[in-house]
């Protein structure tokens, strides 16, 4: 079982739809949760970050965390063909592990116009 | 956001040469910056640790001796491909990690490497 698990999709939607996007993961030292987003050929650009449980507004963007049931979530409202794009939900312990971030499979969105 | 860049963007090299990588955070400093490949379709695949001043910590399965990692500086990593042969063809990823305000990772926008 992998640590942290995602949907890869891809996942198709037309313009305006709300997306949710979705991890779950085993290892309850992680405390510190992201979301990025890849365009293709590109590195990846952080979206969203969150310390602990709770959720994370910015614009169209939701960000939760539910420590208690290990599952995060990437909610994007009114979806743009811009957004087109691979969603990855990363993970991390902090110090504990090094810094080190432990990436999801990445979820594939296209919005259609 | 923060801001790191990496130079170049893309390299075409024969085999047998080696191939150097600069990551550097423009913005802040970085103790640790981080080295991946990600191939077609895949996430990220975490090739080594490096931290400024010390030697690099690789992950299991990375050779050592074939990416050289040097973190001289608290905003430069280095990461040279010796030896390139076709199978290192690959995207690689260099990220640096911000302690301040949020602990977390920014990233560079990847070398495309293609060897011949």
């Known amino acids: 079982q992998k640590e942290v698990e995602q949907d890869p999709g891809p996942l198709s939607v037309p313009e305006g739809a709300i997306v949710s996007l979705n991890c779950t993961y085993s290892n309850s030292a992680f405390q510190y949760f992201m979301w990025y987003r890849q365009y293709s050929r590109k590195g990846p650009e952080l979206l969203m970050y969150t310390y602990s449980s709770g959720n994370k507004e910015d614009g169209r963007f939701t960000a939760q965390v539910d420590k208690s049931s290990k599952y995060i979530s990437l909610f994007i409202r009114d979806s743009q063909p811009s957004d087109s794009a691979t969603y990855l939900c990363?993970?991390?312990?902090?110090?504990?592990?090094?810094?080190?971030?432990?990436f999801g499979q990445g979820t594939e969105l296209s919005v259609k116009p | 956001g923060a801001v790191v860049s990496q130079h170049p963007s893309w390299v075409i090299c024969k085999s047998g040469t080696s191939v150097k990588i600069e990551c550097r955070s423009l913005?802040?400093?970085?103790?640790?910056m981080f080295w991946y490949r990600q191939f077609p379709k895949q996430s990220l695949m975490l090739m080594a640790t490096?931290?400024?001043?010390?030697?690099?910590?690789?992950e299991q399965g990375v050779e050592k001796d074939k990416f050289l990692i040097n973190h001289a500086s608290l905003t430069l990593s280095t990461l040279t491909v010796t030896s390139a042969h076709p199978e290192d063809s690959s995207f690689y990823i260099c990220?640096?990690?911000?302690?301040?305000?949020?602990?977390?990772?920014?990233f560079g926008p990847g070398t495309r490497l293609t060897v011949l």
């Open positions: 490096s931290n400024e001043g010390s030697k690099a910590t690789y």
């Open positions: 990220s640096a990690r911000r302690l301040t305000p949020t602990d977390t990772q920014y």
């Open positions: 913005d802040f400093q970085a103790t640790t």
């Open positions: 990363a993970m991390s312990g902090g110090d504990n592990q090094g810094g080190k971030l432990i």
